[in-house]
């Protein structure tokens, strides 16, 4: 039964950076994307970033382009994503997802084909 466990959020000053962790098990990711997804309050979830099984570059949310990187580790199951210069609109819980059409050439940042989430981090950004 996969279970995905993200890590790594927090309270941090604007400007300032995290680096967020999408933990799988009991199912291996490496032939899947992988989204990211955050929900403000009062919000829609939305898709931040995503990456494909093959590991090619990731696609992201404009409003976070430059800023964020994704990145995965197959052999951990673990897919990483790296939040630089953090704004106060950065704020949310943060989750990632899987894409269960296996062998993608191109992930998805909508909510649609994802499924199987996992539980969120909050990341707090102070002005």
């Known amino acids: 039964q996969l279970q995905l466990v993200e890590s790594g959020g927090g309270l941090v000053q604007s400007g300032g950076s995290l680096r967020l962790s999408c933990i799988a098990s009991?199912?291996?990711?490496?032939?899947?994307?992988i989204g990211w997804f955050r929900q403000a309050p009062g919000k829609e979830r939305e898709g931040v970033s995503c990456?494909?099984?093959?590991?090619?570059?990731?696609k992201f949310v404009d409003s976070v382009k430059g800023r964020f990187t994704i990145s995965r580790d197959n052999a951990k199951n673990t897919v990483y994503l790296q939040m630089n210069n953090l704004k106060p609109e950065d704020t949310g819980v943060y989750y990632c997802?899987?894409?269960?059409?296996?062998?993608?050439?191109?992930?998805?940042?909508?909510?649609?084909?994802?499924?199987?989430w996992g539980q969120g981090t909050q990341v707090t950004v102070s002005s």
């Open positions: 997802a899987v894409d269960w059409r296996p062998l993608l050439e191109n992930c998805a940042l909508d909510r649609g084909p994802y499924g199987i």
């Open positions: 009991g199912y291996s990711l490496e032939r899947y994307a």
């Open positions: 990456i494909s099984d093959r590991g090619r570059p990731g």
